[in-house]
């Protein structure tokens, strides 16, 4: 039997409420499901909450909201965080995907999180609707 986790991408206004949502949706109130993307990764490959035999979807409904909500303004702030805490020979790059999620270019962090969802988990393992 397969399992659906349904994120809801109307509660999606920010990067911490994706991580609330994704959490809630895998593991019920409170839920951790990742809280970067790294850890999202693992999650997905380690049996953090999702069936061990890979057989799970994930649902984001809405997630045109999310889109816009986890857009390049979003990724902007994301990585100047990062930035702060980028070891000194990782700086470059990282202000290099600042520059141009400013501009509006590159990769989202929805884009990204599609990715590893995408990779992560069994072919069609995403659903967005």
């Not at 920010?14 to 499901?33: D, K, S, T």
């Not at 990715?115 to 069609?124: K, N």
């Amino acid at each position: 039997m397969t399992v659906t986790y349904v994120i809801d991408g109307s509660r999606v206004t920010g990067l911490e409420q994706f991580w609330e949502v994704i959490g809630e949706a895998v593991n019920g109130p409170g839920g951790y499901f990742g809280r970067n993307l790294d850890a999202l990764a693992d999650c997905l490959s380690g049996g953090m909450g999702a069936p061990d035999d890979g057989d799970f979807v994930f649902e984001w409904r809405d997630h045109a909201s999310s889109a816009q909500a986890l857009g390049h303004e979003e990724t902007a702030r994301w990585l100047r965080q990062i930035l702060t805490r980028a070891h000194p020979t990782n700086r470059a790059s990282v202000q290099e995907r600042l520059d141009e999620a400013l501009a509006g270019r590159g990769p989202t962090l929805f884009e990204l999180i599609v990715e590893i969802l995408t990779r992560g988990g069994a072919p069609g393992a995403l659903r967005l609707s």
